[in-house]
């Protein structure tokens, strides 16, 4: 006996919010007057909408930033230990909202429309929580003690990256999107995303900025070149670098930077000051103009992989 999938349910304050636009263009909306916006790295944001299945509310997405908004009611209690990287929009930002027929492209579309239920805030930063701990390298086990001499093998290096990795990690780098990247390469999107994955999961890099790190540390990838001059960057400036990077934590911040949101604002700042592109396009930026040693790969290094 085959059972049916239970339906979608749909919440009647969700079925047609008084902030969706009547027109055919995106108009902006505020955060807190109108609804709770939960800001997520494409990288997490994924894995998250497919984790809460059927108990997802309207989510927005932007393939061109990397960045989707979950958007909950506006009375939601919220949890205050949000992953690094996820944002609680500040109370009065804009937040576009296009069409409801808008449902792809690389501008901000509708992952999920409204009209097809809630997303609890709890679920949501559970989901988000175990999946940032899966991307996370697991702790080296203590050596267990041995009553007499044991002869092991070799520990396994690991698998080089391949040159399709090492090409598209390349052109993220530059700050292009997995559309233009899958355009450059003539590879699907699909392909260039499982791709970007790999090379997240093989250097436990959860987010796009840290998978930047460790392609230029590691010597996989040599940073884009830069025409501007270097901007002047302060010690706290390149203290949050340091954390975007995820070469130091949070706990290595100014105190009045510890709040995710204030630290976020700094690293929007920096990217326009930079004239970088996203996030990872600032660590590259950084890496050329050497502003932080330890994105710099040592020429000696072995083993070190360049492209073909």
Known sequence: ?????????????????????????????????????????????????????????????NRTT???????PSDSILPADWPHGVRVMPKGRSIGIPPLTTTGGLDVHWAVPPGQGVTSPADLHRDLRLLTARAAPAPAEPPAAATAPVRTAAPARPSPLTSAQLRVGQLLLTGASDAQIAEELGLPVGIVRRHLTSIGRRFGAPTAARRATALLAGGHVSPPPVSMLAPDLTETDLAVLRVLAGLTTEDDLPQDLRPSGLFLDRVDELRERCGARSDQHLIALVAFRELLPDLIAPTSASGKEQLP
């Open 1 to 61: 006996m085959t059972t049916r999938a239970r339906p979608r349910p749909v919440l009647s304050r969700w079925d047609m919010p008084h902030w969706m636009p009547d027109s055919s263009h995106t108009l902006p909306a505020r955060c807190d007057e109108d609804f709770t916006a939960i800001r997520v790295p494409a990288d997490l944001a994924r894995p998250a909408l497919t984790a809460l299945g059927p108990r997802t509310g309207p989510v927005l997405a």
């Open 66 to 72: 990397r960045t989707w908004h979950f958007l909950l």
